[in-house]
């Protein structure tokens, strides 16, 4: 059974999915931060080696963690929500990496089912920008955008994608194809 509140904005990094997601929030949307950057942020400030870059797997088991807390507390909220990825791209991440994905992280994809309908947005070379939590090149962006369009298909959800253009145009396409 899907959340009928909880829509996922995926795709690959640097494709503006944040961006996307907190030009809704500041059209008064209820909007989940993504939980990549959420646990890299939080693992640096605390010395913490959750890190895509030092234990991929228990950056994965963080991710997760973030996820389905996300996913609880905001089943709650009235009106839809917006979430900066999902709990499928946890397998996405886990695919790319070349590590075996624990059957718990697909129960937990088949337990907590958003919005049949996912907003994907398509690798954006012209926006596309590393930062001190995205070090991806722009070809692991392509390839991520490709392992997130496998995973969300294989569980059963219907991918619209976003049109690139002007952040305002991407915000009225997601709401209008809500309303």
Same mark, same amino acid.
């Given at each position: 059974?899907?959340? +009928?509140?909880?829509? %996922?904005?995926?795709?690959?990094?640097?494709?503006?999915?944040?961006?996307?997601?907190?030009?809704?929030?500041?059209? #008064?949307?209820?909007?989940?931060?993504?939980?990549?950057?959420?646990?890299?942020?939080?693992?640096?400030?605390?010395?913490?080696?959750?890190? +895509? *870059?030092?234990?991929?797997?228990?950056?994965?088991?963080?991710?997760?963690?973030?996820?389905?807390?996300?996913?609880?507390?905001?089943?709650?909220?009235?009106?839809?929500?917006?979430?900066?990825?999902?709990?499928?791209?946890?397998? #996405?991440?886990?695919?790319?990496?070349?590590?075996?994905?624990?059957?718990?992280? *697909?129960?937990?994809? !088949?337990?907590?089912?958003?919005? /049949?309908?996912?907003?994907?947005?398509?690798? *954006? !070379?012209?926006?596309?920008?590393?930062?001190?939590?995205?070090?991806?090149?722009?070809?692991?962006?392509?390839?991520?955008?490709?392992?997130?369009?496998?995973?969300?298909?294989?569980? #059963?959800?219907?991918?619209? /994608?976003?049109? !690139?253009?002007? %952040?305002?145009?991407?915000?009225?396409?997601?709401? /209008?194809?809500?309303?």
């Amino acid at each position: 059974m899907s959340s +009928p509140k909880l829509f %996922v904005i995926t795709g690959g990094p640097g494709a503006g999915k944040t961006t996307q997601i907190g030009a809704l929030a500041h059209t #008064g949307f209820a909007v989940a931060p993504e939980a990549g950057r959420h646990v890299i942020l939080e693992q640096q400030a605390r010395g913490g080696t959750a890190l +895509p *870059w030092i234990d991929r797997q228990a950056f994965a088991q963080a991710m997760l963690a973030h996820d389905v807390d996300s996913y609880a507390r905001l089943s709650a909220t009235s009106g839809p929500v917006f979430c900066d990825r999902g709990i499928p791209d946890v397998i #996405g991440y886990l695919r790319l990496e070349g590590i075996a994905v624990p059957e718990a992280i *697909w129960r937990a994809a !088949r337990e907590h089912r958003y919005q /049949e309908r996912v907003f994907i947005c398509p690798p *954006w !070379r012209a926006i596309y920008a590393t930062d001190s939590e995205r070090k991806q090149t722009p070809e692991i962006a392509e390839q991520t955008y490709a392992a997130m369009v496998a995973v969300y298909s294989e569980l #059963g959800y219907t991918l619209t /994608e976003v049109p !690139r253009g002007p %952040v305002d145009t991407r915000v009225k396409f997601v709401r /209008e194809a809500v309303s």
